[in-house]
Each structure stands twice: as structure tokens, then as C-alpha cells.
T-cell receptor
Framework: DGGITQSPKYLFRKEGQNVTLSCEQN?????MYWYRQDPGQGLRLIYY???????QKGDIAEGYSVSREKKESFPLTVTSAQKNPTAFYLC????????????FGEGSRLTVL | GNSVTQMEGPVTLSEEAFLTINCTYT??????LFWYVQYPGEGLQLLLK?????DKGSNKGFEATYRKETTSFHLEKGSVQVSDSAVYFC???????????????FGKGTKLSVKP
């Protein structure tokens, strides 16, 4: 079945460590997105990519980095510069263009100890 | 700028009750509007959408009408079930955002709990 796979589902990290969250899609979508979800704050956009080898900062990119070397993969690195990294991270994808449906992965919950 | 405002939850209803979750938006131009649902421990799923004024989106007994005059997209269901317990997000498409086109702005979410 086509879909988006995020891993790991749960991740614990010590302060000062970088961690990378994986996102893979087999929907042949061009655009991919990373959102952060905090209780009572909805979803906020971290980074997005419309095409391979290109990506753009979203609303809260500080302390995060991404790469888009392959169409199906869009990993997110949470760096030690991110001041409050404990959150639920959601990856999504869609076809390029106006409107359209975002397809989401099941999320990765990162806890910094 | 563009924004989405949802009624705050949590909303607790008995099974078969009528549901309304309010959503209003501020946007330039004419965005598309969406409702997404998130079940516990999962990602979001598209519930319904409307792409222009007066359009009605519907799915699984849920409905929402794109009201341009009141800038609203309220979610309704005539008879809720326990299985509808989830968090519901209203969203609008953000066009020409750094060239992304189709990027979404989400409301803060409304948690619905349905009791048997």
C-alpha cells in the first residue's frame, strides 16, 4: 500500500545531541513537509521541499535541518541548537500545485531528557 | 496575514448527539479549506475539503460549508459515535508562500470525546 513511513515512532535524546527523524513516501509525491505539533498549538511548519535537492524554511526552522537527495525521502535533523525539541513531529507529502490533500505519516515523538 | 481560529475544546458529547465545531479564517484571496482528523497516536487524515465559496464538503456523515461572507467553515455531524472521538483540525491552503503553493495553515485543534 502507498503511504508515508516515519521512524522511529518514539525517540529519547539527551540534551546536546543531534537526532535524525526518517520520512519515506512511496506515493510519488513531489512535495514533502515537516510539521511540529505541540499540545494546544496545532501544527507548525518546520521545512518543506517542492523538488529533489531543494528545500525551504517554514515558520519555525531554527534549530532544524533537512535534506532532499531522493524524491521519496525527506529526513529531519533536530540539532542541539533547538531550544525546546520535545514534541510530536509529523511528515507529510502531496503533489505539487494549488490546494490538494496532504498525506501524513503517523508521527515521531521525540523526548529530550 | 492568514490564520485559522477554532473553538477551544475539549468537547464532550453523548453518543448520537449533534456536533458543531466552529472554524473561522482570515486569508488573502480565496483559499481552499480543509478539515483533518487525528485519532490517538496517529497522524492526520483528510476528513473533507471545499475549494470555493458555497461549496459543501462531506464525508463519513460530517459536513462543512465554505461561507465566504462569514469567513467560516464549521464542521457538523448529526449523530456522533464513540468512534468519532479524536482531535479535529481546520486548515486553509496558503498560496504563494515562498513559492510553495498549497501549503497549509492549521488551527489549534479541537478534541472531541464521545461517551456511550
Amino acid at each position: 500500500d502507498g503511504g508515508i513511513t516515519q521512524s522511529p515512532k518514539y525517540l529519547f535524546r539527551k540534551e546536546g545531541q543531534n537526532v535524525t527523524l526518517s520520512c519515506e513516501q512511496n506515493l510519488n509525491h513531489d512535495a514533502m513537509y515537516w510539521y511540529r505539533q505541540d499540545p494546544g498549538q496545532g501544527l507548525r511548519l518546520i521545512y518543506y521541499s517542492q523538488i529533489v535537492n531543494d528545500f525551504q524554511k517554514g515558520d519555525i526552522a531554527e534549530g532544524y535541518s533537512v535534506s532532499r537527495e531522493k524524491k521519496e525521502s525527506f529526513p529531519l535533523t533536530v540539532t542541539s541548537a533547538q531550544k525546546n525539541p520535545t514534541a510530536f513531529y509529523l511528515c507529510a507529502s502531496k503533489q505539487r500545485g494549488l490546494g490538494g490533500e496532504l498525506f501524513f505519516g503517523e508521527g515521531s515523538r521525540l523526548t529530550v531528557l | 496575514g492568514n490564520s485559522v481560529t477554532q473553538m477551544e475544546g475539549p468537547v464532550t458529547l453523548s453518543e448520537e448527539a449533534f456536533l458543531t465545531i466552529n472554524c473561522t479564517y482570515t486569508a488573502t484571496g480565496y483559499p481552499s479549506l480543509f478539515w483533518y482528523v487525528q485519532y490517538p497516536g496517529e497522524g492526520l487524515q483528510l476528513l473533507l475539503k471545499a475549494t470555493k465559496a458555497d461549496d459543501k464538503g462531506s464525508n463519513k456523515g460530517f459536513e462543512a460549508t465554505y461561507r465566504k461572507e462569514t469567513t467560516s467553515f464549521h464542521l457538523e455531524k448529526g449523530s456522533v459515535q464513540v468512534s468519532d472521538s479524536a482531535v479535529y483540525f481546520c486548515a486553509l491552503s496558503r498560496r504563494n508562500y515562498g513559492g510553495s503553493q498549497g501549503n497549509l495553515i492549521f488551527g489549534k485543534g479541537t478534541k472531541l470525546s464521545v461517551k456511550p
